[in-house]
């Protein structure tokens, strides 16, 4: 039985709108993604479904910047202070060759810790954003202390999230703050499989100049899919962390025999690593029908999916990510963990 963590706080981030082809339309990111995923936990039985505990803002810190934390915090306050009721949402952003500092004022904040306009903030953001952050950390120490794998249901998603900027939905990187948990427990290595049809540009920064957490993408081509301008396949990391950093970019319409090929060989790459355990960016936007991706996936194949990473023997901690098509959302990425449960 594989116990699932979550919380209800997450319905506390519903934003308007988000801005798509020109124009502002209804946010994909919405609390239904969860409840719909949450729904099927429970019909299948997958196993208990349990609170977080309040592990702190500290192991945060850990992995994004103190200053970028602090804005999450009090960006609302400042916003509503000046008589604004709307969603926050950035006006600009730095631009290239610029010794970009940090204003006073929040519309320049706002462009400073993010990367687009596919972020919002609302009212209630923070305490959605801090508690999925709290579920990673209490589903990390679940597996730390023994479990063979464990579910971290959390929302808003993570891994477009860098060291000190927002973006694509995603606010804190769960998944990146679980494998530093890991590390400062005791571990000398962490593998980090990124399975959603965007590339995890968030973590990927992250770690970059790292060779303590391997890092392994599989995603839409860079060349014409978001987030646009990270996920090659020559980008290998830097410094300490060059080797340590493996992008599978794959084309429009890729199915599930060329999709599981990159899968297989992340794998045997990961399995060469030597890690102590796999943290899995669990994002199920490669489905054939999700409204905002281009992969050809079914739901059957994120079965199979789960039972190859099984193979790879590791304690597991799996963290939510992408995935649209809600009315489908909850069966795929449960498919993945009854498959992974089905093989171990």
């Not at 592990?55 to 200053?67: F, L, M, N, Q, T």
């Not at 992340?266 to 690593?273: E, P």
């Not at 199920?284 to 029908?289: G, M, Q, R």
């Amino acid at each position: 039985m594989m116990k699932t963590f979550y919380s209800d706080d997450h319905r506390l981030h519903h934003a308007n709108a988000e801005l798509n082809d020109g124009q502002l339309v209804p946010v994909f990111e919405k609390p239904s993604r969860a409840d719909m995923v949450l729904a099927r936990v429970r019909s299948v039985e997958l196993g208990p479904v349990l609170p977080p505990e309040a592990v702190g803002v500290e192991p945060i810190k850990r992995v994004h910047s103190a200053d970028y934390v602090d804005f999450l915090q009090g960006a609302w306050a400042e916003w509503s202070a000046l008589g604004r009721s709307n969603d926050m949402l950035p006006l600009a952003w730095p631009p290239r060759r610029v010794q970009a500092r940090c204003p006073k004022d929040i519309d320049g904040k706002l462009g400073f810790y993010s990367f687009d306009a596919g972020a919002p903030l609302t009212a209630t953001s923070w305490q959605a954003i801090y508690a999925g952050s709290q579920v990673a950390l209490t589903a990390q120490r679940a597996v730390a202390s023994g479990e063979r794998a464990a579910f971290a249901l959390c929302r808003p998603p993570g891994h477009h999230a860098g060291i000190d900027y927002m973006g694509g939905y995603c606010y804190l990187n769960n998944a990146a703050i679980a494998a530093e948990a890991f590390l400062d427990g005791g571990m000398r290595k962490v593998a980090l499989l990124d399975v959603d049809y965007h590339h995890g540009n968030g973590t990927q920064d992250i770690f970059y100049q790292r060779p303590d957490v391997l890092f392994l993408s599989i995603h839409g081509d860079p060349q014409t899919e978001y987030p646009c301008y990270t996920g090659y396949a020559d980008e290998r990391g830097e410094g300490a962390g060059l080797g340590y950093n493996h992008n599978y970019p794959l084309p429009v319409g890729s199915d599930w025999a060329s999709w599981s090929r990159a899968l297989q060989d992340a794998l045997r790459v990961a399995a060469g690593y030597g890690a102590e355990a796999l943290v899995v960016s669990l994002g199920v936007d490669t489905f054939a029908d999700d409204p905002i991706s281009q992969f050809k996936l079914r739901s059957d194949d994120y079965l199979t999916m789960g039972e190859m990473i099984a193979e790879l023997g590791l304690p597991t901690l799996f963290v939510m990510e992408g995935g649209y098509a809600v009315e489908e959302i909850g069966i795929n990425a449960v498919n993945v963990l009854q498959g992974f449960e089905r093989a171990s």
